[in-house]
């Protein structure tokens, strides 16, 4: 069964860190592209960052760059996305997903298989 599974939302104040893991079974993420998004209540879906396969390509929304750092380890069949300096706008149900694709991008359209999201508050 092909699954991938988020952990390490929570609610953390202002200026805070969290660290967000996608963790896959029933795949290896060797040959995918991954990319967290981030649902907010009435707002749509949104890209955050996305990185390709091997260490490949990797991108960044512009309200999260200098802030934001997604990491790969194929090893343990986990992508992380590490979050500082965070803010109340970062507030939302934040998802993993993977594409078949060697380039990673910020189009949730194109990815394949989706976690079931953790939510992330940050609230003083």
């Known amino acids: 069964q092909v699954q991938l599974v988020e952990s390490g939302g929570g609610l953390v104040q202002p200026g805070g860190s969290l660290r967000l893991s996608c963790a896959a079974s029933?795949?290896?993420?060797?040959?995918?592209?991954i990319g967290w998004f981030r649902q907010a209540p009435g707002k749509e879906r949104e890209g955050v960052s996305c990185i390709g396969t091997k260490q490949g390509n990797t991108d960044y929304a512009d309200s999260v760059k200098g802030r934001f750092t997604i990491s790969r380890d194929n090893a343990k069949n986990t992508v992380t996305l590490q979050m500082n300096s965070l803010k109340p706008e970062d507030t939302a149900v934040y998802y993993c997903?993977?594409?078949?694709?060697?380039?990673?991008?910020?189009?949730?359209?194109?990815?394949?298989?989706w976690g079931q999201g953790t939510q992330v508050t940050v609230s003083s």
């Open positions: 997903a993977a594409d078949l694709a060697f380039t990673c991008g910020m189009s949730y359209v194109a990815y394949d298989y």
């Open positions: 029933g795949f290896t993420l060797d040959y995918y592209s």
